[in-house]
């Protein structure tokens, strides 16, 4: 096993057993479901030819199928050996397996523990849900995991809302594939009278950070949509020493913005406990106490200039299995932050940290320190600051890399000063010149005793990328994001040059939000621009309408489907196109037509008579006809403008939905309303070789207009979707998000590697990542929908791994496609005098290696060099050469036992 590899097991292991002994300290456990899959029973099977359902096999008691809602679907449960027991397998070749287990009524608010094993040759991702019966389904809670081909333990502790309705637990195969599980557990946790004593001691104030030196630390968070350039900006103030005796953290709220700390961890079950701050300036707002994600304590904020210092206390109740604790200050003015304590009790105590010493750690400043970005020419340096008076300590560090290297600081002696300061050099103890690291501090005293919390810094040493400080229209990668200064300047750092305006960018531009009332216009400009001056091309949304031009009759709620009812005034419609085309010609140069509005989508309905949201019986014409009256109103004012059409659905298991859809959008003259196709793609099933669901999806997406982009005729855009929805969790933090399991940096990091190369070389010109912004506060279901980024909106390791790929193949164009051996796959990509080869592996593949002669070179998942023979596994590895792609075929399959596949797809 890999030293990377073990080091993660051992991780989540370790997270694993503590959190089970944290939940056997607190509650006592009512056993509601406990399959070993070990017997298993006949199920009623379904065999239906005209609807394409066939669904059969055996489930262990008590569950039940229920993937037959889909049509066409094919479902085998089976019984398989693993090693002296059997072991379930959920197997489909054409959709996703559901199997459903009923749960009794819930009383109250309820807390879960869910543990279960699986695997899956496939690569496949399994969701374990909790959801409300009846339709539509919501979920009360789900986790997506990606799983590996060796059996691994999932375990979770959650919380469900109160609920009258029927519920059950779900676990879904998500798409075609296959997977084996057993063991799954399923406990409701009642809290115990007697909480057991917990060994850890908690200190009074049990913050990690409460003062701030050198500005935010770790896991703390503005508001993802308040730009730190020109509406929230936050930074250590020399000049204001606060009562902790040490600089105060500025806050400058222009506009309405919050600002989130970093989770905290309430082990003891105190009956109560109180969050507390000191505060000063001219500020109006509320100080407040999240508890995943979700308001439990507020204290009003009333500032003015003439006053001093003023402590604001906010006391809550604490809760066991809550995951994560947060003080949050929201408003607008200007103040200054200090002095942070989080204690038991019914008030606040006089302020003092949780130990004699804090560290503060931070990038030195440089155009891309906002997202903690290094450039590989850059010096590997972080600042520091200890605060509180320590003689004869030492400030003790080390530098953690993603390979699960471990490499010590040379100790910092800190002298008698209440404050000391500097720069600590990585430059020695990096192994590795690429990818995410972390340094961990804290102070020991001369007899190694700890005078202070451990603090962290992520941090990322990447390349240069080949666009960085110019506008790059050609490039193939861009993603959705709020224009904020901070998210910007890291989507261009990792490769990033484009932003499409949906969802994060829809109130920029689209019709509801700029013309709320018929000839009121309200434009934001200066979001807009902001991306353009950080060098991203925008992707434009032509979206929305208000509802004095649709059948809404009303204005749009924040109900969030609302706005997206389907336009009824068409003339009005043409205007809002002209005068958003006419307004930012020369800025945006390509815009799309609506956001998903096939067969099924919520995004493209109408409201009837009785004032019921439904589909319009005519809905692919009415399409085509805003389609047709948007790009006559575009090319009026820019007859250059790219128009996308069609927004078509390219994921498995509803084909014949987006072909009926495809027809008749195409029958009533789309494909000459719109100058390139767009589709969207959310795969979270391994992907990067061939027949993989890159391509299923593509085929998807176009039929029955064509079977591949080539044969189209347009560009393809793939313009929304991600590999890894629901699957990132901490990211490569340690300390910051103490309640939370380790992310599996390397399987997130090869899925998104694997997904943009097949992407491209499926013939893709265009690919935009859904979506760059962190959940606000670290709410529970964050992770869905977020992609290469942590939970607070720093970078994800998923996206240092994308930095590689776009800097290797970004400019490049896709030549063809090589069998190396049996289910190994090289992706060659050429152009410019180089040649990139990105070889990737479908499951069960045959045994391949890897040697680089003089010239060329190979690269790891994060553009590290690799020397020597390389044994080719799940990972993908690139090799780079000067040689045309002709030359690099012929050295990758000398001697090779497979028939070599020059599959030039397009």
């Known amino acids: 096993m890999a030293l990377h590899k073990l080091y993660r097991y051992i991780g989540v292991l370790a997270v694993l057993f503590t959190l089970a002994l944290r939940v056997l300290s607190v509650a006592h456990a009512q056993v509601l479901l406990n399959s070993d899959c070990r017997t298993l029973a006949q199920i009623a099977a379904v065999d239906d030819n005209m609807s394409g359902r066939h669904v059969a096999g055996v489930l262990p008691e008590g569950w039940r199928d229920d993937s037959s809602w889909q049509k066409p679907i094919t479902v085998t449960y089976s019984a398989v050996a693993d090693g002296n027991r059997d072991v379930l397998r959920l197997e489909s070749p054409n959709g996703f397996v559901q199997m459903q287990y009923r749960l009794p009524p819930q009383e109250a608010r309820a ?90 001691p908690q200190t009074r104030n049990i913050l990690r950070t409460t003062r701030f030196p050198l500005g935010l630390q770790a896991g703390w968070c503005l508001s993802r949509q308040s730009n730190d350039e020109t509406e929230a900006i936050v930074a250590a103030d020399r000049s204001k020493i606060g009562p ?120 030195p400043s440089t155009a891309t320190s906002c997202a ?138 689209g019709w509801n939000y700029i013309e709320p009332e018929k000839g009121k216009w309200e434009f934001h400009d200066d979001k807009i621009m902001a991306y353009r001056k950080g060098h991203l091309m925008v992707l434009g949304m032509i979206s929305t309408a208000p509802g004095w031009a649709s059948s809404l009759g009303h204005a749009a709620q924040i109900e969030y489907y609302e706005p997206w009812t389907e336009p009824s005034d068409l003339s009005a419609w043409s205007n809002y196109v002209l005068t958003v085309v006419k307004r930012y010609k020369g800025v945006i140069h390509d815009y799309e037509v609506w956001n998903e509005p096939y067969d099924g989508s919520e995004f493209w309905q109408v409201y009837d008579a009785s004032g019921k949201r439904v589909r319009s019986a005519t809905d692919a014409q009415d399409y085509a006809g805003i389609m047709r009256a948007a790009y006559a109103a575009a090319k009026s004012v820019d007859p250059n403008v790219n128009i996308l059409g069609f927004c078509a659905g390219g994921n498995p298991g509803n084909r014949p939905h987006h072909t009926a859809w495809n027809k008749g959008v195409a029958d009533a003259g789309g494909l000459a309303a719109c100058d390139t196709f767009s589709y969207h793609s959310y795969l979270n099933p391994m992907t990067g070789f061939a027949g993989d669901e890159v391509e299923n999806s593509i085929h998807n997406a176009l039929a029955p207009l064509a079977d591949s982009p080539k044969a189209l005729g347009k560009p393809v855009w793939m313009s929304e979707g991600n590999p890894l929805n629901d699957l990132l969790e901490k990211g490569f933090y340690n300390i910051t998000d103490p309640n939370v399991l380790d992310s599996d940096s390397w399987d997130t990091a090869n899925r998104v590697a694997r997904y943009v190369v097949s992407t491209r070389a499926a013939g893709v010109s265009k690919i935009f990542l859904y979506n760059m912004d962190e959940a606000e506060g670290f709410r529970p279901d964050g992770n869905e929908w977020r992609t290469l980024v942590a939970a607070d909106g720093s970078l994800d390791p998923s996206g240092a791994a994308f930095s590689t790929t776009a800097w290797l193949v970004d400019g490049l164009a896709f030549d063809r496609m090589l069998t190396l051996a049996s289910g190994v796959y090289a992706y060659v990509f050429s152009g410019a005098g180089r040649t990139v080869a990105a070889i990737s592996t479908a499951p069960g593949h045959a045994a391949y290696r890897l040697d680089p002669s003089a010239g060329d070179q190979a690269l790891d998942l994060f553009g590290n060099p690799v020397k020597g023979q390389i044994k080719v596994d799940t990972n993908m590895l690139y090799l780079t050469s000067v040689k045309p792609a002709a030359a690099l075929e012929k050295k990758l399959t000398a001697g090779s036992p497979a028939r070599v596949s020059r599959a030039r797809r397009s």
């Open 111 to 200: 807390t879960y523990r869910i543990s279960f094993a699986a695997r899956s040759a496939s690569l496949s991702s399994l969701s374990a849900a909790v959801r409300i019966r009846p339709a539509p389904y919501t979920a009360l809670w789900q986790r997506d995991n990606g799983l590996a081909r060796n059996w691994q333990v999932f375990g979770y502790t959650f919380q469900t809302r109160l609920e009258s309705r029927p519920i059950a637990l779900y676990l879904v195969l998500d798409g075609p594939g296959q997977a084996d599980v057993r063991d799954i557990k399923l406990e409701r946790l009642l809290p115990a009278a007697q909480e057991a004593a917990d060994p850890t």
């Open 244 to 363: 902790s005796g040490f600089a105060s953290l500025s806050v400058k709220f222009l506009q309405a913005s919050k600002l989130y700390s970093a989770p905290f961890d309430v082990r003891h079950g105190g009956s109560a406990y109180v969050a507390s701050a000191y505060l000063r300036g001219d500020f109006h707002g509320q100080f407040l106490v999240l508890r995943d994600g979700q308001q439990i304590a507020q204290q009003p904020v009333n500032l003015s200039s003439a006053d001093g210092w003023k402590r604001i206390e906010a006391p809550f109740k604490p809760a066991p299995f809550a995951l994560r604790d947060q003080i949050a200050l929201q408003g607008t003015g200007t103040c200054w932050l200090d002095a942070l304590q989080v204690e038991e009790g019914d008030t606040a105590r006089p302020y003092a940290s949780g130990y004699p010493a804090e560290v503060s750690l931070a990038l």
């Open 372 to 509: 903690n970005i290094q450039f590989a020419d850059e010096a590997p340096a972080v600042n520091y600051a200890v605060t509180g008076q320590v003689p004869g300590a030492h400030l003790v560090a080390r530098v953690i890399d993603v390979y699960g290297g471990t490499r010590k600081l040379t100790p910092v002696a800190l002298g008698s000063r209440p404050l000391t300061s500097g720069s600590l050099n990585a430059a020695a103890p990096l192994s590795k010149s690429y990818g995410p690291f972390r340094i961990e501090a804290w102070v020991e005293s001369a007899q190694g005793a700890r005078l202070s919390e451990t603090n962290e810094i992520v941090f990322y040493r990447l390349r240069r990328p080949r666009f960085w400080g110019a506008d790059a229209p050609e490039s193939a990668f861009g993603a959705h994001l709020y224009s904020t200064y901070r998210k910007i300047t890291m989507a261009k750092a990792i490769g990033m040059n484009w932003a499409r305006l949906h969802g994060t960018g829809t109130r920029y531009a």
